[in-house]
C-alpha cells in the first residue's frame, strides 16, 4: 500500500500520530543516549530523599536505601521489606532499568510499593543516574 493510499484512509489525527511515531520512539530512547549531571542529580535526588538514602550511613525506611543500587538485583537489600511484585521481579538495576522505573514504576514494575508518579524529564533521571552512580 503506498503512502499516499494509507494516509487517504487515516483520519488526520491518525495520520499525525503515524508521522510522529519515529519521533517519538527516538524520544522514549533518549535517556540512555543523554549525559547526565551528577551534582544536578544530587538536587534532584531531594525529591527522593524523603523515602530513600544513599551514603555510607544509608539504610532502608519508607524505600530501600539506594547506596549501590546499579547493578544490584531487585528486592535485594535486607533492610527494607519488598512488595511480592519488586522480590519476583527477577531484574537487576541497570540505568537502562532505572531510566525505565524513574520514568513510569508503576508501568515498569506493577504492583511495587513505590507511591510516585514517575520523572517525564528525560534529562532529569540521567542527572539521576549520574549520582547515583557516585553512591
Avoid at 519521533?23 to 530513600?52: D, I, M, T
Avoid at 531487585?74 to 519488598?82: L, P, Q, R
Wanted: hydrophobic fraction near 45%; glycine fraction near 10%; include cysteine.
Amino acid at each position: 500500500m503506498t503512502s499516499t493510499l494509507l494516509f487517504r484512509l487515516l483520519s488526520p489525527f491518525a495520520a499525525a500520530a503515524v508521522l510522529l511515531a519515529p519521533a517519538a520512539v527516538a524520544q522514549a530512547a533518549a535517556p540512555a543516549a543523554l549525559k547526565g549531571n551528577a551534582e544536578a542529580g544530587k538536587a534532584a535526588f531531594r525529591k527522593c530523599a524523603s523515602c530513600h538514602q544513599v551514603g555510607p550511613s544509608a539504610r532502608g525506611g519508607f524505600g530501600p536505601k539506594l547506596t549501590g543500587v546499579i547493578g544490584r538485583k531487585s528486592g535485594a537489600t535486607t533492610d527494607y521489606k519488598y512488595s511480592a511484585a519488586m522480590k519476583n521481579a527477577n531484574i537487576v538495576w541497570t540505568e537502562q532499568n532505572l531510566a525505565g522505573f524513574l520514568k513510569a514504576p508503576s508501568d515498569f514494575i506493577p504492583g511495587n510499593n513505590m507511591r510516585f508518579w514517575g520523572i517525564g524529564n528525560a534529562q532529569q533521571v540521567a542527572d539521576l543516574l549520574a549520582y547515583l552512580r557516585t553512591q
